[in-house]
């Protein structure tokens, strides 16, 4: 584990690019059914293992890290999506790679606030990926599902953080709590003197993850509409973590929602019933197992 900061982004992406990713419970347990069910008759697929591990977005990065290292090795593009890169690497030999998987809760048994966070944080990635994909559609956006799955992605390198450094993640947990007016960047910069985002993209560039998924995930191409349309999501998701109700959500709300609006070309009413409802329904969200 990492109890000190680190020197600068480098150093954190080194420390961070060949750490073991735990990947959520329900998809270790997953991951045996499948297994046994696909020794007995080989009938599992790769839509349905993407089906199974889309909604665990460290489970999600591990598959697509491990792929694009394979592609980088043999000179090749890596595929977008996770049900790509299933089929790319096979059945057989996913489940080979991935057979001796930690879970996130006993990775963080010693450390029940950082579990808590963590948990916290893949919540709010599945809402923000929701948002995504509704966005997407609406937009009629021909890389709806790669929009998806950057917003189900884009705080990866805060799940790592709690998974590899959980004293530093709760310390900027509890800074952010005591005052919700501090920016979340400026409270990175004083724990861990990098700026997450900056990690992240550093990661993805430094595992060659696919072209696309990394400029989506890239906020400071902001002007560009798929990057607009995961940034809002992730926005969205994370100012409402607590609720539309709550104080820090009721403070962002309506920028967030003006600039839904005018993504989507509607009006702000009609903007803000859409995200409202896509709030109450959400079937490509799954409880945290």
Same mark, same amino acid.
């Given at each position: 584990?990492? @109890?000190?900061?680190l020197?600068?982004?480098?150093?954190?992406?080194?420390?961070?690019?060949d750490?073991?990713?735990?990947?959520?419970?329900?998809?270790?347990?997953?991951?045996?059914?499948?297994?046994?069910?696909? $020794?007995? *008759?080989?009938?599992?697929?790769?839509?349905?293992?993407?089906?199974?591990?889309?909604?665990?977005?460290?489970?999600?990065l591990?598959?697509? %890290?491990?792929?694009?290292?394979?592609?980088?090795?043999?000179?090749?593009?890596?595929? $977008?999506?996770?049900?790509?890169?299933?089929?790319?690497?096979?059945?057989g030999?996913?489940?080979?790679?991935?057979?001796?998987?930690?879970?996130?809760?006993?990775?963080?048994?010693?450390?029940?606030?950082?579990?808590?966070?963590?948990l916290?944080?893949?919540?709010?990635a599945?809402r923000?990926?929701?948002?995504?994909?509704?966005?997407?559609?609406?937009?009629? @956006?021909?890389?709806?599902?790669?929009?998806?799955?950057?917003?189900?992605?884009?705080?990866?390198?805060?799940?790592?953080?709690?998974?590899?450094?959980?004293?530093?993640?709760?310390?900027?947990?509890?800074?952010?709590?005591? @005052?919700?007016?501090?920016?979340s960047?400026?409270?990175?910069?004083?724990?861990?003197g990098? $700026?997450?985002?900056?990690?992240g993209?550093? &990661?993805?560039?430094?595992?060659?993850?696919p072209?696309?998924?990394?400029?989506?995930?890239?906020?400071?191409?902001?002007h560009?509409?798929?990057?607009?349309? %995961?940034?809002?999501?992730?926005?969205?998701?994370?100012h409402?973590?607590?609720?539309?109700q709550?104080?820090?959500?009721?403070?962002?709300?309506?920028?967030?929602?003006?600039?839904?609006?005018?993504?989507?070309?509607?009006? *702000?009413?009609?903007?803000?019933? &859409? %995200?409202?409802?896509?709030? *109450?329904?959400?079937?490509?969200?799954?409880?945290?197992?």
């Amino acid at each position: 584990m990492i @109890d000190e900061p680190l020197s600068s982004l480098r150093a954190w992406t080194q420390a961070f690019s060949d750490a073991e990713i735990p990947v959520l419970p329900g998809s270790v347990a997953e991951m045996a059914q499948l297994h046994a069910i696909e $020794e007995a *008759n080989g009938s599992v697929d790769a839509h349905t293992l993407a089906d199974s591990f889309g909604n665990d977005p460290l489970m999600t990065l591990k598959v697509l %890290v491990h792929v694009s290292r394979m592609c980088m090795r043999q000179s090749i593009e890596p595929p $977008e999506a996770l049900v790509g890169a299933i089929v790319m690497q096979g059945v057989g030999p996913f489940f080979k790679a991935f057979a001796s998987t930690p879970d996130v809760l006993s990775w963080l048994r010693p450390y029940p606030e950082a579990l808590s966070g963590l948990l916290k944080v893949i919540t709010r990635a599945r809402r923000a990926s929701n948002f995504a994909l509704r966005f997407a559609v609406h937009r009629q @956006d021909e890389d709806v599902m790669v929009m998806q799955e950057a917003a189900l992605l884009h705080d990866f390198a805060e799940m790592l953080l709690w998974c590899h450094a959980p004293k530093l993640a709760t310390e900027m947990a509890r800074r952010q709590k005591a @005052d919700f007016h501090i920016r979340s960047a400026d409270i990175q910069n004083e724990v861990l003197g990098i $700026e997450l985002v900056d990690l992240g993209q550093s &990661l993805m560039q430094h595992w060659h993850l696919p072209e696309l998924l990394r400029q989506t995930t890239d906020d400071h191409n902001a002007h560009h509409p798929k990057v607009r349309t %995961v940034m809002l999501a992730v926005r969205l998701a994370r100012h409402t973590q607590y609720g539309w109700q709550d104080p820090h959500a009721l403070a962002a709300l309506p920028d967030d929602i003006a600039d839904i609006a005018q993504l989507l070309t509607l009006s *702000n009413d009609a903007a803000r019933r &859409l %995200v409202e409802g896509l709030d *109450n329904v959400q079937p490509s969200v799954k409880p945290i197992q």
